[in-house]
């Protein structure tokens, strides 16, 4: 595991310091990774007889890190774990954050922020979630969770580094690097996948659920959640293919579309992973904010860099933010400015 910013002693040093008086505020992005995260957090802070006393799932927004500070402020937290969040992408409100509590952070996204004391970053391929496994599964017993570790690690593309592979493969030993996605590993990660995406905005309840089928040790309990959200993506995978721009010169496809469940990122995912040289673009209502609007983008080519890619396709719009991975990334910004976000991306790429 590569740490690319931050100490591993500081975490320690955090984590050992909390005590069971203190109250403790968990952060973390409402994609699989961050609630896995939030999940091991959860389990290490119970092991040392802590209660959390507040969650927030958040998605990238502007402003994002404000609405925190008000929560938690209001619960009287003092102590914040933020996990899988590009903090760079609202940094400004960030720092009010970290003047405000005691804060540490866990991440694995790009970024240009100078490296800090309480704030721990790898490399893109070593999710979250698979390095607060490896920081903590010598004091804790977190065995339980290894499925829920390699699940994630799949969807976030953890396999591209070989050690990663290897130590999913240690677990599943039936794995093929070419046809990961196939694998039964594959299909348990889109079991833990698929009420994050069918209960939407709403991950704390996704978080719940995840955390209640790692109890009764059952992941096909999540199946019903699974049968509803695949009917949507090959409807709307279909669309997409049929109805999506495409500017050959540029090898993007570019698509706007409502959508009743968060599938974007999924049918990009898929989309690129057959024609890897291509960069697919997916916007999409956000649900909780009727005049704005939510970006998916992959390019598995390595040649395109997606996270620069949304900064420079948010650039010039209000109260805007892009940013992610190389591979993939996401933005948000108000409706209305749709085509000029679309024109940026063309004069961009």
């Known amino acids: 595991m590569e740490f690319i910013s931050g100490e591993q002693k500081y975490f320690f040093e955090f984590l050992n310091n909390l005590k069971k008086k203190d109250r403790v505020g968990i952060v973390s992005h409402t994609d699989l990774d961050g609630i896995s995260s939030a999940i091991i957090a959860e389990k290490v802070l119970k092991d040392k007889k802590i209660k959390p006393k507040s969650f927030a799932f958040i998605n990238y927004e502007k402003g994002v890190f404000q609405k925190v500070k008000k929560k938690f402020s209001a619960k009287k937290i003092k102590k914040i774990l933020i996990f899988d969040i590009n903090i760079e992408s609202d940094y400004e409100n960030f720092k009010e954050l970290d003047q405000a509590f005691d804060v540490?952070?866990?991440?694995?996204?790009?970024?240009?922020?100078?490296?800090?004391?309480?704030?721990?970053?790898?490399?893109?391929?070593?999710?979250?979630?698979?390095?607060?496994?490896?920081?903590?599964?010598?004091?804790?017993?977190?065995?339980?969770?290894?499925?829920?570790?390699?699940?994630?690690?799949?969807?976030?593309?953890?396999?591209?580094?070989?050690?990663?592979?290897?130590?999913?493969?240690?677990?599943?030993?039936?794995?093929?690097?070419?046809?990961?996605?196939?694998?039964?590993?594959?299909?348990?990660s889109s079991l833990f996948s698929s009420p994050i995406t069918y209960f939407g905005g709403k991950a704390m309840k996704a978080f719940l659920v995840i955390k209640k089928i790692i109890k009764k040790r059952n992941v096909n309990l999540l199946l019903k959640y699974k049968k509803i959200i695949e009917k949507e993506i090959a409807s709307t995978s279909e669309k997409f293919v049929k109805e999506a721009e495409y500017y050959p010169e540029k090898n993007l496809y570019f698509y706007y579309s409502p959508l009743k469940f968060g599938v974007s990122s999924i049918i990009v995912s898929e989309l690129s992973s057959k024609q890897p040289e291509k960069t697919f673009i997916f916007v999409s209502d956000i649900t909780n904010k009727p005049d704005f609007v939510k970006v998916s983008s992959r390019n598995n080519s390595g040649k395109i860099d997606l996270n620069t890619l949304m900064k420079k396709g948010v650039e010039g719009l209000k109260e805007a933010m892009g940013g992610g991975h190389v591979a993939a990334s996401g933005a948000s910004f108000m409706k209305k400015d749709l085509d000029k976000f679309k024109q940026n991306i063309l004069n961009a790429l």
């Open 104 to 188: 540490f952070v866990v991440d694995h996204h790009p970024s240009s922020i100078a490296s800090q004391t309480n704030i721990l970053k790898t490399g893109s391929f070593d999710c979250t979630t698979f390095t607060l496994f490896e920081l903590l599964k010598k004091d804790f017993n977190l065995n339980q969770l290894k499925e829920l570790v390699c699940a994630t690690m799949l969807v976030e593309y953890s396999f591209k580094s070989d050690s990663n592979f290897s130590f999913m493969k240690e677990n599943y030993p039936d794995l093929i690097l070419e046809d990961i996605f196939n694998s039964t590993l594959g299909k348990i």
